[in-house]
C-alpha cells in the first residue's frame, strides 16, 4: 500500500483507531480483504489500533461495528465535501 493512502488515512481520522478512538493508529486494514477483491483505496481502508486490528480479525461484532462506522465516516465526510463545493 502506498504511503499516501496511510497518510490520508490517518489525516482523516485525526491519528485515531476508528473503532475505539484511541491516539494511534498501528493498522491499515483492509474493509473488504485484497483476497476478495479488494482494493488499495482509501474508501477500503480503515486505520486501527493493534487491540482493535485483531478484534476485527477474530470477531463478527467488530466486523459489523467497522463496517458500520465507516459508513457513517464516509457519509458524513461527503456531505461536507459537498457543502464545501457549494
Do not use: W
Not at 9 to 23: A, W
Not at 24 to 51: F, M, Q, S
Not at 58 to 66: A, G, I, R, T
Amino acid at each position: 500500500m502506498d504511503k499516501n493512502y496511510k497518510d490520508y488515512v490517518n489525516n482523516f481520522q485525526n491519528g485515531k483507531c476508528l473503532i475505539c478512538g484511541c491516539d494511534h493508529i498501528d493498522e491499515y486494514h483492509h474493509i473488504k480483504p485484497r483476497k476478495d477483491g479488494g482494493t488499495d483505496t482509501v474508501k477500503n481502508i480503515a486505520g486501527l489500533c493493534d487491540d482493535c486490528h485483531k478484534k476485527v480479525h477474530k470477531n463478527q461484532e467488530y466486523q459489523d461495528m467497522l463496517l458500520d462506522l465507516r459508513s457513517d465516516i464516509y457519509k458524513n465526510y461527503s456531505v461536507s465535501l459537498l457543502n464545501s463545493v457549494m
